[in-house]
């Protein structure tokens, strides 16, 4: 069976696809596209083909884009991805997730949309603005942005969202009703002796590996955590990395135990990886331990940083992992990260990277 | 240039389109003539011929997007200004971006 892989890439100057064979040893740039709007997240459907661009333009504002022809032509539409008339309006769309026919996005200021017409219209999940924590929500250095979604493939009631600096929240009834859920994560940057909130704390990267009902990670401002009961609960697994601060995870495709992260070396340090030598962070026990991969990246004047979304796997065998910098370059490994290679240089800077595979 | 065929020649306007947006709609024109007597009832008239164009013009406050431009007899003009009959209507993008 014939097989493409395509990465997605969000780029502050339009989407793009770069694309191989199975082989992953030769790679193919096409875009930029969506008008080169800046483009937070752009993710495939495997169930129907679809490819959904999340973005949001200072002229034109926010919009949801999509091609059902692998990028070659590209709609857009934000029919109903509105707040009510008086209320701020909607700036982007910063993060989608296809779930069994529905597409859900996030949005800026935080808020969550569906569209079960595959992007065509699109309604509010009015319960997430009606929590009361909503009016002391904070916004992080990008702005007060829903990045993180991941509604349960299996359970249609559930769904978890990560907002910058919200904190995580959970529904157990499809978005009527929303509870925090941040117990065990730091809010560092807050008065000492309140650093355990029930909420406000700054979320980066929320990730949840397949066939885990419960497990869950995150990539905080405030160090690195995982949950195993969905949330309710967080542990620390920071000890053994380079620094507590970083933006992006990214789970394997089939192992719940292996994760990937790309520590930067602090908030108020540069954000850029430490020392100027970059290194992939993986764990093949849950974060107990920690290894760092380097094998084909920059080890020396390497001054750029990866933000939340912008590192991703594939599932394929064995499982290529990314990452796109925001100096524009975009590196990629076929052995589960052993080793790396820079496949594109020169994009604009990278917002997002997630993978799609083709099958004739 | 494209025309609305509704209401009557006494209302029509002139619009004249951004690139930027007219690329965001295959279709649309540069030049459209309409009938309106008002910004917000012209912006009604582009978004029945070019669904979805409103949303790229005014934000749900609603309002013209803060990086939009509509020019009315060379004056920035916001929805409720009035349109007389013939008017030249620009429609175009502020400075913006980097």
């Not at chain 1, 502050?12 to 800046?38: M, N, Q, Y």
């Not at chain 1, 406000?200 to 955590?225: A, F, I, T, W």
Request: a negative charge; glycine letters at 12%; one cysteine or more.
């Amino acid at each position: 069976m014939a097989e493409k892989i395509l990465i997605l890439v969000g780029t502050k100057k339009g989407a793009f696809i770069v694309e191989s064979d199975p082989g992953r040893k030769s790679w193919r740039i096409r875009g930029p596209f969506c008008e080169t709007w800046p483009m937070n997240h752009v993710v495939g459907d495997p169930a129907t083909g679809a490819i959904y661009g999340a973005g949001g333009n200072e002229w034109f504002g926010p919009a949801v884009w999509k091609s059902r022809d692998f990028g070659e032509t590209w709609t857009h539409s934000s029919a109903g991805l509105a707040y009510e008339a008086g209320e701020e309006p909607i700036k982007a769309v910063w993060s989608l997730a296809p779930r069994n026919g529905r597409l859900y996005a996030g949005v800026q200021p935080a808020g969550l949309f569906y569209s079960d017409d595959r992007g065509e219209n699109w309604n509010h999940v009015e319960g997430l603005q009606r929590h009361p924590t909503r009016p002391d929500w904070q916004p992080g250095g990008a702005g007060l942005i829903l990045h993180s979604l991941i509604p349960d493939l299996d359970d249609e009631d559930r769904i978890w969202i990560g907002i910058s600096s919200a904190g995580v929240f959970y529904s157990g009834d499809g978005g009527q009703t929303w509870e925090p859920r941040n117990r065990g994560t730091r809010a560092d940057f807050l008065p000492e002796g309140q650093n355990y909130p029930e909420f406000g704390q700054c979320v980066h990267c929320l990730v949840r590996p397949k066939g885990e009902s419960d497990l869950l990670y995150q990539q905080n401002h405030c160090g690195m955590y995982r949950s195993e009961d969905g949330g309710r609960s967080w542990k620390s697994i920071e000890a053994g990395l380079p620094s507590t601060f970083g933006f992006p995870a990214a789970v394997h495709p089939r192992d719940s135990s292996t994760l990937y992260l790309l520590p930067l070396n602090g908030d108020i340090a540069g954000r850029f990886v430490p020392e100027a030598k970059a290194a992939v962070w993986r764990t093949r026990d849950r974060g107990e331990t920690w290894q760092d991969l380097r094998e084909g990246l920059p080890q020396e004047n390497a001054f750029f940083g990866v933000l939340r979304q912008a590192m991703a796997t594939d599932v394929l065998e064995p499982a290529g992992v990314y990452f796109g910098t925001s100096g524009g370059a975009l590196f990629a490994s076929s052995d589960e990260g052993d080793s790396w290679t820079c496949i594109a240089e020169h994009l604009p800077s990278i917002s997002s990277i997630e993978t799609m595979v083709v099958r004739d | 240039m494209a025309h609305d065929g509704e209401g009557t020649a006494a209302r029509r306007i002139l619009v004249k389109l951004s690139p930027l947006l007219v690329d965001l709609f295959p279709g649309s024109a540069r030049r459209v003539e309409i009938e309106a007597a008002s910004v917000k009832e012209m912006v009604d008239a582009l978004d029945r011929r070019w669904p979805g164009m409103r949303d790229r013009i005014c934000d749900s406050t609603p309002a013209i997007r803060r990086h939009m431009n509509v020019f009315v007899e060379g004056r920035r003009a916001r929805l409720d200004t009035p349109l007389s009959p013939g008017a030249e209507v620009f429609v175009i993008t502020a400075i913006s971006g980097g």
